[in-house]
């Protein structure tokens, strides 16, 4: 499984209430905060993401949605 840029723009929009171009969440440097993105909203995606997946992403929250993404394959490769 591979999250994409695409998937995870949708999941913002259904958990946090955040439109976003997926294009622009892969910039770099994009952060959370400049998406309109709180801490409690990325909280409620990594919640969702390893529910969804069965996954353990860590206890420290990632500052960019790339990071996230990151992590999220990353902990998928590590469970296959």
């Known amino acids: 499984m591979d999250l994409t840029y695409d998937q995870l723009a949708q999941l913002i929009h259904a958990k946090a209430g955040v439109t ?3 294009e622009r ?7 959370f905060d400049e998406l309109g993105v709180d801490s409690l909203g990325v909280l409620g995606l990594i919640a ?7 996954l353990q992403l860590g206890s ?3 500052r960019t949605p790339a990071e996230l993404l990151d992590n999220v394959n990353a902990a998928a490769m590590k469970g296959v």
């Open 48 to 54: 969702e993401l390893e529910n969804r997946f069965g």
């Open 25 to 31: 969440i892969g910039e770099p440097g994009i952060g």
């Open 20 to 22: 976003v171009d997926p």
């Open 60 to 62: 420290e929250l990632p």
